[in-house]
């Protein structure tokens, strides 16, 4: 694999978004539109507690990303009520065309606050019926959580359609775990697969299908994947369980791994062909990938530093 960065092409801070004070865009995911591609991402605002929640907001943009054509007037879909599994946010949002049913499917990870730790996660589903505009879940609980071997953080769901089945990749919690006895526990979590046949009803297939690469402590997160000259293609990012905050050495890298029938994934991230510049908004980390087809090219779009505080940007594929 050879990508071809692109540059940043939105920044939150430039734009008047509807959610919050112009931070953070986090993992952009498209929706392909004749004319235009439609990207959707995280944003946040923060509570009369003055902490963050995340809302789900898109930039609708031209075909070569040099333009900006509109933003969503409001958050795309209501956060959850009081005790639910998405009360205090929706991050990220995965969104795809169903074409059998002739719908939008998202699939949302949401998230609300814990006491012990900071955080848990399910996956939840929502449907639009204008055209990507807003979103309505179909129910108030996940439609895949913790069970007895992911025991919490599920989220991150990738969902593609081959033939008849819906195929899932999402990541889980495996551990909390400590630097330090007055550290703040940090979350370790893998990519895991699951399958369906309505997009409701999941199988998981109950085991880490992505082998660590820096130890088994490694946090993998955000996988994407994609059928290109007839194999199955994954980018993924993958970090150090501490000091990836600030320490750009052990923070968010893209990774890569092939197959040929859905099941069996080959790590390779020497040839995921993409890395931190050497300077710029993307120096320190790439986070959270996004690989999509749009008019024959095969593109990537990341987040850089910070988590993508200040936007995304989008790398082609060369080769």
Not at 198 to 209: R, Y
Not at 296 to 302: D, R
Request: negative net charge; contains cysteine.
């Amino acid at each position: 694999m050879k990508w071809k960065k692109l540059g940043k092409i939105f920044d939150p801070t430039e734009h008047d978004l509807p959610i919050g004070n112009g931070e953070f865009a986090q993992s952009p995911q498209t929706i392909i539109f004749d004319n235009f591609i439609r990207i959707y991402f995280s944003t946040r605002e923060r509570d009369h507690s003055g902490k963050y929640l995340s809302h789900v907001c898109f930039v609708d943009m031209s075909k070569d990303f040099k333009n900006v054509l509109a933003i969503s007037p409001s958050s795309v879909i209501e956060l959850g009520g009081l005790g639910d599994f998405d009360e205090h946010g929706i991050f990220p949002m995965n969104v795809l065309k169903d074409k059998k049913h002739s719908r939008i499917l998202a699939y949302t990870t949401g998230w609300n606050r814990r006491v012990s730790v900071s955080v848990d996660a399910s996956v939840g589903l929502a449907v639009s019926n204008d055209n990507g505009m807003t979103f309505q879940k179909v129910g108030k609980g996940p439609v895949l959580t913790s069970s007895l071997h992911e025991p919490f953080l599920v989220g991150d769901a990738f969902v593609s359609i081959y033939g008849d089945t819906y195929h899932m990749w999402y990541i889980y919690g495996t551990k909390w775990i400590k630097s330090a006895e007055s550290s703040h526990p940090d979350r370790v979590y893998k990519i895991g697969h699951a399958t369906s046949e309505d997009g409701k009803e999941w199988e998981k297939e109950g085991k880490q299908i992505i082998a660590d690469k820096l130890n088994p402590d490694e946090c993998q997160a955000l996988p994407t994947v994609i059928e290109h000259d007839n194999r199955y293609h994954m980018f993924f990012c993958y970090r150090q369980p501490f000091d990836f905050r600030k320490n750009k050495e052990n923070s968010y890298r893209i990774g890569y791994a092939y197959s040929d029938d859905l099941l069996n994934w080959n790590r390779d991230d020497l040839s995921a062909g993409i890395t931190v510049s050497e300077s710029g908004w993307d120096s320190e980390m790439l986070a959270y990938p996004h690989v999509f087809e749009c008019d024959g090219n095969v593109y990537m779009l990341y987040n850089g530093n910070e988590f993508g505080r200040f936007g995304f940007g989008v790398a082609l594929l060369e080769c």
